[in-house]
Nanobody, 115 residues
Framework: QVQLVESGGGLVQAGESLRLSCLVS????????ADWYRQAPGKQREWIAS???????SYPDSVKGRFTISRDNAKNTVSLQMNNLKPEDTAVYYC?????????WGQGTQVTVSS
């Protein structure tokens, strides 16, 4: 059973940084494709970053240049470094892992950015 546990959320002021982590267990992590999504109140879940098993990364324009996804295969962890946070980044952030044909989600971690 693959499990994902996010951590690192919290309350920050605009312009500050946060680093989210997602610990993935129950899978061959080095083969996992990992993503971060977020969902703000009343809005659809939004994709914000991906990293392939080979370390290739991609981002939507809304976070490109501010957010960085990375992975540590030795620690089974994928991280999201978020810089220059804005109030519109306030959301619940979710980690997703794809292993083979199956996709798994974490429980989410709240990020709140005050102006």
């Amino acid at each position: 059973q693959v499990q994902l546990v996010e951590s690192g959320g919290g309350l920050v002021q605009a312009g500050e940084s946060l680093r989210l982590s997602c610990l993935v267990s129950g899978s061959t992590f080095s083969a996992v494709i990992a993503d971060w999504y977020r969902q703000a109140p009343g809005k659809q879940r939004e994709w914000i970053a991906s990293i392939s098993s080979g370390g290739f990364t991609s981002y939507p324009d809304s976070v490109k240049g501010r957010f960085t996804i990375s992975r540590d295969n030795a620690k089974n962890t994928v991280s999201l470094q978020m810089n220059n946070l804005k109030p519109e980044d306030t959301a619940v952030y979710y980690c997703r892992a794809t292993s083979g044909r199956r996709t798994y989600w974490g429980q989410g971690t709240q990020v709140t950015v005050s102006s």
